[in-house]
Nanobody, 124 residues
Framework: QVQLVESGGGLVQAGGSLRLSCAAS????????MGWFRQAPGKEREFVAD????????YYAGSVKGRFTISRDNAKNTVYLQMNSLKPEDTAVYYC?????????????????WGQGTQVTVSS
């Protein structure tokens, strides 16, 4: 079992930046993939980005590619999401996710554990 705690959400103007953090405890952090999902009001939870167990490969949803960067620090058991050039349509609750395997967590069916979520609001 993995416990995940997100931080770093908030209110920002369009074009601004935020960095989300997710601290993990429990299962060996360096053994599983990590990802970020988001859910806007009235919409399904959607994949944002993931990173393999070693940090050596990342993958992004098309809507955030080039603006968001996922990274991890296995020594600190933490995964990050740097969000730049934010748009109002990025407004959502962002969830950290621990994968069932070490290689990807791009679908909710591949998520073993979820964080509690952190609100990101981008004003126009």
């Amino acid at each position: 079992q993995v416990q995940l705690v997100e931080s770093g959400g908030g209110l920002v103007q369009a074009g601004g930046s935020l960095r989300l953090s997710c601290a993990a405890s429990g299962r060996t952090f360096s053994s599983y993939a990590m990802g970020w999902f988001r859910q806007a009001p009235g919409k399904e939870r959607e994949f944002v980005a993931d990173i393999i167990y070693s940090g050596g490969y990342t993958y992004y949803a098309g809507s955030v590619k080039g603006r968001f960067t996922i990274s991890r620090d296995n020594a600190k058991n933490t995964v990050y999401l740097q969000m730049n050039s934010l748009k109002p349509e990025d407004t959502a609750v962002y969830y950290c996710a621990a994968g069932t395997t070490g290689y990807e967590v791009r679908d909710v069916r591949l998520v073993d554990n979820w964080g509690q979520g952190t609100q990101v609001t981008v004003s126009s």
